[in-house]
């Protein structure tokens, strides 16, 4: 027996035929009539030696053959078409995909798509905004940026940033909490994008850090950090605000964080795109610009202390 495949216009319209359970769908599909379709299956069945779908009257339904054939074309082509994108990709550096958080895409990359656009006119910036983890091949993203610890694998992963936290308010706010142990009266906002860390970073672990006991079981709770943020520059109450997510509120006023003490953990922002990946012109100007954004807000942690929360257990 041969193992010759039989030609890919043949398979196209059995595995279109068989997901549809149809011939008119089908064809409708492929842009052909329903005859060509036929056409191309009975040409299919003939190099097969046997029939893929019985023909009723209204309908179609799949022979044993066909049961066994069906799920590995609609692989095949399903990988074919990732490849295809894939490769596509390559060439085109005017389109430039990036993946992040909700938080980080709402409160770091939008407000600086502007500063990029204007300096690379020649590249369409796209957001993906997801904490689903990407797969390059099959999801049409070039880059990704990731916070947490790491244990990127088989592709190219940079550190681009070191989380820290503090206690951030509005500056009326700071007014009436000027000291760290005032705190004790404030509505505290509790961050809960963050309770997958390890360390504890959270309103308990830097007030043990500035001994001060306090009851921070109330307060509003948010599962997005962007949304706790929105709360505290509302006036809401104070938050313990991630310096990398709060850089333009307390650059723009709208935040301060008016104590020393922040505390870090292990966990890291990565630009993550497919190893080798990084060398392609646009993914590169991309790289270039977060690190240097990222460094021109670095002025805020001048002068605190900053410490690691496994130094707290």
Same mark, same amino acid.
């Given at each position: 027996?041969?193992?010759?495949?039989?030609?890919?216009?043949?398979?196209?319209?059995?595995?279109?035929?068989?997901?549809?359970?149809?011939?008119?769908?089908?064809?409708?599909?492929?842009?052909?009539?329903?005859?060509?379709?036929?056409?191309?299956?009975?040409?299919?069945?003939?190099?097969?030696?046997?029939?893929?779908?019985?023909?009723?009257?209204?309908?179609?339904?799949?022979?044993?053959?066909?049961?066994?054939?069906?799920?590995?074309?609609?692989?095949?082509?399903?990988?074919?078409?990732?490849?295809?994108?894939?490769?596509?990709?390559?060439?085109?550096?005017?389109?430039?995909?990036?993946?992040?958080?909700?938080?980080?895409?709402?409160?770091?990359?939008?407000? *600086?798509?502007?500063?990029? /656009?204007? &300096?690379? %006119? =020649?590249?369409? #910036?796209?957001?993906?905004?997801? !904490?689903?983890?990407?797969?390059?091949?099959?999801?049409?993203?070039?880059?990704?940026?990731?916070?947490?610890?790491?244990?990127?694998?088989?592709?190219?992963?940079?550190?681009?940033?070191?989380?820290?936290?503090?206690?951030?308010?509005?500056?009326?706010?700071?007014?009436?909490?000027?000291?760290?142990?005032?705190?004790?009266?404030?509505?505290?906002?509790?961050?809960?994008?963050?309770?997958?860390?390890?360390?504890?970073?959270?309103?308990?672990?830097?007030?043990?850090?500035?001994?001060?006991?306090?009851?921070?079981?109330?307060?509003?709770?948010?599962?997005?950090?962007?949304?706790?943020?929105?709360?505290?520059?509302?006036?809401?109450?104070?938050?313990?605000? *991630?310096?990398?997510?709060? /850089?333009? &509120?307390? %650059? =723009?006023?709208? #935040?301060?964080?008016?104590?020393? !003490?922040?505390?870090?953990?292990?966990?890291?922002?990565?630009?993550?795109?497919?190893?080798?990946?990084?060398?392609?012109?646009?993914?590169?100007?991309?790289?270039?610009?977060?690190?240097?954004?990222?460094?021109?807000?670095?002025?805020?942690?001048?002068?605190?202390?900053?410490?690691?929360?496994?130094?707290?257990?």
């Amino acid at each position: 027996m041969s193992d010759r495949l039989p030609p890919l216009t043949a398979l196209r319209a059995f595995e279109a035929a068989a997901r549809h359970m149809s011939f008119a769908k089908a064809a409708d599909e492929l842009n052909v009539t329903p005859a060509a379709l036929s056409y191309q299956i009975k040409a299919l069945e003939a190099d097969l030696g046997q029939p893929v779908f019985r023909r009723l009257n209204r309908a179609v339904e799949l022979t044993e053959a066909g049961r066994c054939l069906a799920p590995g074309a609609t692989d095949a082509f399903t990988t074919l078409s990732t490849a295809w994108r894939s490769t596509k990709r390559l060439t085109d550096s005017g389109v430039l995909t990036v993946t992040a958080g909700p938080a980080f895409t709402s409160k770091w990359l939008a407000p *600086r798509m502007y500063d990029f /656009a204007q &300096a690379h %006119e =020649d590249i369409d #910036l796209r957001f993906s905004a997801t !904490l689903r983890i990407v797969d390059f091949n099959r999801d049409e993203v070039d880059v990704a940026i990731r916070f947490g610890l790491g244990g990127d694998e088989g592709v190219y992963s940079r550190p681009i940033f070191d989380e820290w936290m503090t206690p951030m308010m509005t500056p009326q706010l700071a007014k009436a909490y000027d000291t760290p142990d005032k705190l004790v009266k404030a509505t505290f906002i509790h961050d809960d994008s963050i309770n997958f860390l390890k360390l504890p970073t959270g309103w308990d672990a830097w007030l043990k850090a500035m001994k001060i006991k306090a009851d921070t079981s109330h307060g509003p709770r948010f599962s997005q950090a962007d949304h706790a943020i929105d709360a505290a520059i509302a006036g809401a109450g104070v938050v313990m605000g *991630r310096a990398s997510l709060v /850089a333009r &509120a307390l %650059e =723009d006023g709208q #935040l301060v964080a008016p104590f020393d !003490l922040g505390l870090t953990s292990e966990a890291q922002y990565r630009f993550i795109c497919p190893l080798g990946n990084e060398r392609r012109p646009h993914i590169a100007a991309f790289e270039a610009w977060v690190l240097e954004e990222i460094q021109s807000s670095k002025h805020i942690a001048e002068g605190r202390r900053l410490i690691n929360a496994s130094d707290l257990l």
